[in-house]
């Protein structure tokens, strides 16, 4: 898994030179996202086999410093389980798909968006925020259920123009 790592100066721990860590990073091409274990260090001289990791940092994560690593161990997370994906994707076909938090918390923060014009309406912003959460934390499981949610439309198309004869 050689390559250019992403990673935010938030994930770092205070002085991590030179120590063993445990490190969320993401692949700099490929987007994904990796928990590794690896020494880093500003000098690659001071790792046996450096990589390079770009470390964003600022209220906006905007400035970038370059800092090397080596990675010890890498745990790129489960992969996807696509029967559990397809068959839960039949599951909510049947089902209601409105989402309870039953939180007033939430409630809250998603009406003051809306009221500051954010968003149209409470269920517009938690679909918009939930959507944008699950593409960045879980891309590959997005990617899965795209890549199913298309088959089964083709599918799906393919039977009515077959079957209209």
């Given amino acids: 898994m050689a390559g250019k790592y992403v990673t935010s100066e938030s994930n770092l721990p ?13 692949d700099e091409e490929t987007k994904e996202i ?5 020494k880093i260090d500003r000098d690659p001289d001071n790792l046996t086999d450096p990589d390079t ?5 600022g209220p906006h994560e905007n400035t970038k410093e370059e800092w090397y690593l080596d990675v010890l161990e ?5 992969s996807i389980d696509t029967d559990l ?11 209601s798909t409105v989402i309870n938090t039953r939180s007033k918390e939430v409630k809250t923060l998603l009406q003051y968006l809306t009221e500051k014009g954010e968003h149209e309406s409470v ?3 938690s679909r918009t925020i939930m959507l944008d959460y699950l593409s960045d934390t879980y891309p590959e499981l997005v ?10 439309e083709r599918d799906e198309l393919a039977n009515e123009l077959h079957n209209h004869k």
Avoid: H, N, W
């Fill in 14 to 26: 205070d002085d991590p030179e030179g120590e063993e860590i445990q490190l969320q990073v993401s």
């Fill in 34 to 38: 990796f928990d590794i274990r690896a």
């Fill in 143 to 152: 990617s899965e259920y795209i890549d199913l949610k298309v088959q089964s």
């Fill in 74 to 78: 890498t745990d790129s997370g489960d």
């Fill in 85 to 95: 994906l397809e068959s839960t994707m039949a599951e909510v076909e049947e089902q």
């Fill in 53 to 57: 990791l770009t470390v964003v940092k």
């Fill in 123 to 125: 269920s517009e912003a």
